[in-house]
């Protein structure tokens, strides 16, 4: 069980990933749905905020970004998992969040993930499971920000949040 909310170690990704132009080949995540190709950052963003948001590392994602930890430990089941599918040069990374509460006080418990691609370098964001149909006190973030002044779409919710799967190139 994790005690809290901090950066996993510094993972490569297996191809160069071009992020907003930029080459990337490494990222680290947070329990509360942060992925950053900055991988020297330091602090770890709280609760969310609207895109640009100044504590967001640079060359960020946020996948369903919000404070999840908010009773921490998590449970045994709340893990970030980490998967190569394909081969070159369509390899596909997933980073997938499994089993993380949702809501304040918890409600539901959620998993959802970013898919990287190699050959199109797009990013996709996937809702993959919300134990609650409808919940009314999650205010999520979503969306790519590079910095203060390039950011790509968000969406922050406080309704109900369906399956979907965003593209983001």
Same mark, same amino acid.
């Given at each position: 069980?994790?005690?809290?909310?901090?950066?996993?170690?510094?993972?490569?990704?297996?191809?160069?990933?071009?992020?907003?132009?930029?080459?990337?080949?490494?990222?680290?995540?947070?329990?509360?749905?942060?992925?950053?190709?900055?991988?020297?950052?330091?602090?770890?963003?709280?609760?969310?905020?609207?895109?640009?948001?100044?504590?967001?590392? #640079?060359?960020? &994602?946020?996948?369903?970004?919000? /404070?999840?930890? $908010?009773?921490?430990?998590?449970? %045994?089941?709340? =893990?970030?998992?980490?998967?190569?599918?394909?081969?070159?040069?369509?390899?596909?990374?997933?980073?997938?969040?499994?089993?993380?509460?949702?809501? #304040?006080?918890? &409600?539901?418990?959620?998993?959802? /993930?970013?898919? $990287?691609?190699?050959?199109?370098? %797009?990013?996709? =964001?996937?809702?993959?499971?919300?134990?609650?149909?409808?919940?009314?006190?999650?205010?999520?973030?979503?969306?790519?920000?590079?910095?203060?002044?390039?950011?790509?779409?968000?969406?922050?919710?406080?309704?109900?949040?369906?399956?979907?799967?965003?593209?983001?190139?």
């Amino acid at each position: 069980a994790v005690a809290g909310n901090k950066w996993s170690n510094v993972l490569a990704l297996p191809f160069t990933f071009k992020f907003f132009g930029e080459k990337v080949t490494n990222f680290k995540v947070t329990q509360n749905g942060v992925l950053t190709f900055s991988t020297a950052a330091g602090s770890v963003p709280a609760g969310n905020a609207n895109l640009p948001a100044s504590t967001l590392p #640079n060359k960020s &994602i946020a996948c369903t970004w919000d /404070a999840y930890t $908010i009773a921490p430990p998590l449970g %045994a089941n709340d =893990i970030i998992y980490t998967r190569v599918v394909n081969l070159a040069p369509h390899r596909q990374v997933w980073i997938k969040w499994n089993s993380y509460e949702t809501g #304040n006080p918890v &409600i539901s418990d959620a998993s959802y /993930a970013i898919m $990287i691609e190699e050959s199109s370098h %797009a990013v996709y =964001i996937v809702d993959m499971y919300r134990g609650t149909p409808t919940l009314t006190n999650l205010t999520a973030t979503f969306g790519l920000q590079y910095d203060n002044r390039y950011y790509y779409s968000q969406q922050t919710s406080k309704t109900a949040l369906s399956s979907a799967t965003t593209a983001y190139t």
